[in-house]
């Protein structure tokens, strides 16, 4: 039988997105679902409700599954039962050296874009965009826009290395020119001014517009080129993130820092190990999941003392990125490897009541806490797993006297947990918990 929950990943996952590809769709929803078969069962089940259409390739929301949505929001809005303490996305608190910005202005005709494209030095399938597609309708209508010569906004590129360029303000203008273009992957169609052209393709448009298109179309390129501070690149792509689906700053620190740390915290991410230990609650469409695991890794690599020089959990958390990036193999791997072995203590401890705040034994769950999901982590790293066993039932009972008479540590985990005082507070606090717990 179908339930209503399994119904609401669906229509989630596309609501994220304009429109999804079939097995795309099916390869995020079956990660939260132990049966493979559950996809087809419930897809179907969308289809007869009609909550879902397809797009040609692409199945998207209906107007009945938007509304769906709308009338089912507080049931199943478990976010994905992810608790926000609003500090992941602050805008860094440090200025970078602005003589250490190099950005080069590089405008290019619609045709020379596209060159580059075929090239491969511009990537179009950036991990952290994959997914998202705008419908066949706002397609249409910015190639409408470019035959009637209204200019389109800047692009702006992540150059800062020498193989391909990384569009992280752009995306999806530059994929509809290289599909309709190159791909003649769709007709145009819902033209505002230029009715006529409704159902044709670019090789079946009259020459003149062909050329309206390909050549007196200047597109306009920010490129931030070598040398540029990660930290700058970050401040810079945050504020230009203009896009019809902005990019969340996980998905930007994911675009501006590509090696083995974004591999890693990907692998990470889908492990038995983190979904076990998380329930499989955190959201992966926008790499919320991803983000949880940085936080752990950036105080499992740094101590909690050395947040005060960083200032805010941004720059923190780009640091920890380029440090993941710069260790040997043999590192990573043990560092994985850690972070599982810590989970799996933490997971021995609550049980269901795993990186989360309550106040009672039995009581009820709040969301998963990010604060309480990295200060747990690296906490317990210190002690052995038969010691914890040993030991859990003190440690939750020092763990509720905690949450039920010491106001600073519940207020270090639910509000404004990127200062430096929240952060030490709660270090300290589980420490001591811990300390406690097992000397009793």
């Not at 950036?298 to 260790?327: I, K, P």
């Amino acid at each position: 039988m179908i339930t209503s929950g399994e119904i609401a990943i669906i229509l989630r996952a596309l609501q994220n997105h304009t429109a999804l590809e079939n097995d795309y769709l099916k390869e995020i929803v079956e990660k939260q679902w132990e049966e493979e078969s559950g996809y087809l069962a419930a897809l179907s089940a969308c289809f007869e409700k009609g909550l879902v259409e397809k797009s040609g390739a692409f199945l998207k929301l209906s107007n009945e599954g938007i509304s769906w949505i709308q009338e089912n929001n507080a049931e199943f809005s478990v976010e994905k039962d992810l608790e926000h303490s609003g500090d992941s996305g602050a805008q860094p608190t440090k200025p970078y050296d602005v003589a250490k910005l190099k950005m080069e202005t590089k405008p290019l005709s619609v045709f020379q874009a596209l060159r580059k494209i075929e090239r491969a030095e511009i990537d179009l399938s950036p991990e952290f965009q994959r997914a998202f597609v705008w419908d066949e309708l706002k397609q249409s209508r910015l190639i409408e826009s470019m035959i009637i010569k209204i200019p389109l906004p800047a692009f702006y590129i992540d150059a800062t290395t020498a193989v391909r360029w990384i569009v992280v303000d752009g995306l999806q203008r530059l994929t509809t020119l290289y599909r309709y273009c190159r791909l003649q992957d769709f007709a145009l169609s819902g033209l505002q001014f230029l009715t006529e052209l409704n159902g044709k393709k670019f090789d079946e448009l009259p020459p003149e517009y062909k050329v309206a298109i390909e050549d007196d179309t200047q597109l306009m390129f920010y490129n931030l080129m070598p040398g540029t501070p990660p930290l700058a690149k970050y401040t810079i792509f945050s504020r230009v993130n203009t896009g019809g689906m902005q990019l969340t700053p996980q998905e930007i620190r994911h675009a501006l820092n590509q090696g083995p740390c974004t591999e890693l915290l990907r692998r990470m991410a889908k492990s038995p190990e983190f979904l076990s230990a998380t329930q499989g609650v955190v959201e992966s469409l926008r790499m919320s999941d991803r983000e949880l695991i940085l936080r752990a890794l950036a105080f499992t690599l740094n101590d909690y003392s050395s947040y005060r020089e960083h200032g805010d959990m941004e720059s923190f958390l780009v640091h920890a990125m380029n440090q993941v990036n710069a260790l040997p193999e043999i590192e990573i791997k043990n560092l994985e490897q850690e972070f599982y072995s810590n989970i799996g203590k933490v997971r021995k401890i609550f049980g269901i009541y795993s990186f989360r705040k309550y106040y009672m034994k039995g009581g009820r769950r709040s969301p998963l806490n990010k604060a309480l999901f990295e200060v747990w982590t690296v906490t317990v790293k210190g002690f052995s797993s038969s010691l914890i066993e040993q030991k859990k039932d003190a440690i939750v009972t020092e763990f509720l006297t905690a949450m039920n008479t010491d106001d600073r540590f519940v207020r270090s985990i639910s509000a404004s947990t990127g200062t430096y005082s929240a952060v030490e507070k709660r270090f300290k606090a589980t420490t001591s918990i811990l300390e406690k717990a097992l000397n009793a």
